[in-house]
């Protein structure tokens, strides 16, 4: 199950998607959804933790060339941590504005993707991998974990107290699999099928159990299940 899982950009990348994440964040807080942005800064801050504690310092699978690792893993990590954590939010608490923040995501990171790769090849270059082999199998545990809850809770409940586990799984594949496509669409990401199947099933889905759970313990009284 070993590949590789790389990506080549450039520092307009970075600069125009640090624009978008603070008009992203600007447009949370004039909607005042508190909680959706501190879920959002709690994501970048445990995608960090993920990334440069684990993937970098302690297996090595994670190779930064052309950055510094911890600067640039972390700029990474509040990225997709904070849009990711931010849209799952917004996804489990059916906001009213789903389809209008979900459109602003993803057109985001296609526009940014596709404009540095057109106008970015005089900024400096940088390029990520990742191998997979020593920690996909623990984050399949943790998935069937997860999924192992929702199961039997669901099976021991009544129709009305059911948690809709299509819900959860299309929301967990959507996520990922939205911004692998477009790393994939926009040349970031090498060519290779591979990568984008196994990361939109596994990546992200492992932890929206856990995040269901966290956001039904968080949520107001007068908010629907």
Same mark, same amino acid.
């Given at each position: 199950?070993?590949?590789?899982?790389?990506?080549?950009?450039?520092?307009?990348?970075?600069?125009?998607?640090?624009? !978008? =994440?603070?008009?992203?964040?600007?447009?949370?807080?004039?909607?005042?959804?508190?909680?959706?942005?501190? !879920?959002?800064?709690?994501?970048?801050?445990?995608?960090?933790?993920?990334?440069?504690?684990?993937?970098?310092?302690?297996?090595?699978?994670?190779?930064?060339?052309?950055?510094?690792?911890? +600067?640039?893993?972390?700029?990474?990590?509040?990225?997709?941590?904070?849009?990711? !954590?931010?849209?799952?939010?917004? !996804?489990?608490?059916?906001?009213?504005?789903?389809?209008?923040?979900?459109? +602003?995501?993803? +057109?985001?990171? *296609?526009?940014?993707? =596709?404009?540095?790769?057109? *106008?970015?090849?005089?900024?400096?270059?940088?390029?990520?991998?990742?191998?997979?082999?020593?920690?996909?199998?623990?984050?399949?545990?943790?998935?069937?974990?997860?999924?192992?809850?929702?199961?039997?809770?669901?099976?021991?409940?009544?129709?009305?107290?059911?948690?809709?586990?299509?819900?959860?799984?299309?929301?967990?594949?959507?996520?990922?699999? $939205?911004?692998?496509?477009?790393?994939?669409? $926009?040349?970031?990401?090498?060519?290779?099928?591979?990568?984008?199947?196994?990361? $939109?099933?596994?990546?992200?889905?492992?932890?929206?159990?856990?995040?269901?759970?966290?956001?039904?313990?968080?949520?107001?009284?007068?908010?629907?299940?």
């Amino acid at each position: 199950m070993e590949y590789l899982v790389s990506r080549e950009l450039n520092l307009l990348y970075i600069v125009l998607d640090i624009i !978008f =994440l603070f008009l992203l964040g600007y447009l949370v807080i004039r909607k005042r959804n508190y909680r959706a942005l501190l !879920f959002g800064l709690a994501g970048g801050l445990i995608y960090f933790i993920v990334d440069y504690g684990i993937f970098y310092a302690l297996l090595q699978t994670r190779v930064v060339t052309g950055a510094n690792p911890a +600067l640039f893993l972390l700029w990474l990590s509040m990225s997709y941590g904070f849009t990711n !954590f931010l849209w799952i939010w917004l !996804f489990l608490d059916r906001d009213k504005d789903l389809i209008e923040w979900s459109l +602003l995501i993803v +057109l985001g990171w *296609f526009s940014i993707a =596709l404009i540095s790769q057109s *106008f970015g090849s005089d900024f400096a270059q940088i390029s990520i991998s990742r191998g997979t082999s020593s920690y996909h199998g623990a984050m399949a545990v943790i998935l069937l974990i997860g999924y192992l809850i929702v199961i039997i809770r669901n099976l021991n409940s009544t129709e009305n107290n059911k948690i809709n586990i299509l819900r959860l799984l299309f929301i967990g594949i959507l996520v990922q699999f $939205s911004w692998e496509a477009v790393l994939l669409i $926009s040349g970031i990401r090498p060519l290779g099928i591979k990568p984008l199947l196994i990361n $939109s099933l596994l990546e992200t889905n492992l932890g929206i159990p856990y995040l269901y759970f966290i956001h039904k313990a968080l949520r107001k009284p007068k908010d629907v299940a």
